[in-house]
T-cell receptor, first 113, second 113 residues
Framework: GDSVTQMEGPVTLSEEACLTI???????????LFWYVQYPGEGLQLLLK?????DKGSNKGFEATYRKETTSFHLEKGSVQVSDSAVYFC????????????FGKGTRLHILP | GAGVSQSPSNKVTEKGKDVELRCDPI?????LYWYRQSLGQGLEFLIY????????KSGLPSDRFSAERTGGSVSTLTIQRTQQEDSAVYLC???????????FGPGTRLTVT
């Protein structure tokens, strides 16, 4: 079945450092890809998404590009802030079949001031 | 406007008791989803509703789990004869229609002692 694999955390960086969180997926169809974020004490929020190959999703300085050839959707940010500390989930949904979201296990990110 | 709400926010119950978890979706959203977030398993899909019907119950872990939705609005997830492995955060999400962005509630943290 479809699945998502993302790098395990926690990831600890200093403020203004460069961030990459790796994510790869396995899918038989043509999924949409997502990054969700869960800030401390809050619910899951959609951070960005891409619906087809070579699309780039971006939001709040974060970017991810849908790479079909490498089945990847790595999350990147050039300069992280303390407020970016959260758990990040890579996910996919194949709208041609059903609507459920399949999540990776999450990566906890700590940003030190 | 109001987001997805869930109640209770925390629930502690004894092993063997039944529990009911409630989800109030965003008004007008026809699709509703239940997920479970646990330490060992990450985020798992449980069930989704389109209107009052549940086309996909494949994620329910056992026959102790059931869910219903009435009036195309509120949904209740019921766990009978709770076990310690049921301890998790239960998340609800809703979307305008299937295939649209899912908005998540804050979750119910269930602890089975």
């Amino acid at each position: 079945g479809d699945s998502v694999t993302q790098m395990e955390g926690p990831v600890t960086l200093s403020e203004e450092a460069c961030l990459t969180i790796n994510c790869t997926y396995t899918a038989t169809g043509y999924p949409s890809l997502f990054w969700y974020v869960q800030y401390p004490g809050e619910g899951l929020q959609l951070l960005l998404k891409a619906t087809k190959a070579d699309d780039k999703g971006s939001n709040k300085g974060f970017e991810a590009t849908y790479r079909k050839e490498t089945t990847s959707f790595h999350l990147e940010k050039g300069s992280v802030q303390v407020s970016d500390s959260a758990v990040y989930f890579c996910a996919l949904s194949d709208l041609s079949r059903d609507d459920k979201i399949i999540f990776g296990k999450g990566t906890r990110l700590h940003i030190l001031p | 406007g109001a987001g997805v709400s869930q109640s209770p926010s925390n629930k502690v119950t004894e092993k063997g008791k039944d529990v009911e978890l409630r989800c109030d979706p965003i008004s007008g959203h026809t699709a509703l989803y239940w997920y479970r977030q646990s330490l060992g398993q990450g985020l798992e899909f449980l069930i989704y509703f389109q209107g009052n019907s549940a086309p996909d119950k494949s994620g329910l872990p056992s026959d102790r789990f059931s869910a219903e939705r009435t009036g195309g609005s509120v949904s209740t997830l019921t766990i009978q004869r709770t076990q310690q492995e049921d301890s998790a955060v239960y998340l609800c999400a809703s979307s305008l229609l299937t295939g649209y962005e899912q908005y998540f509630g804050p979750g119910t943290r269930l602890t089975v002692t």
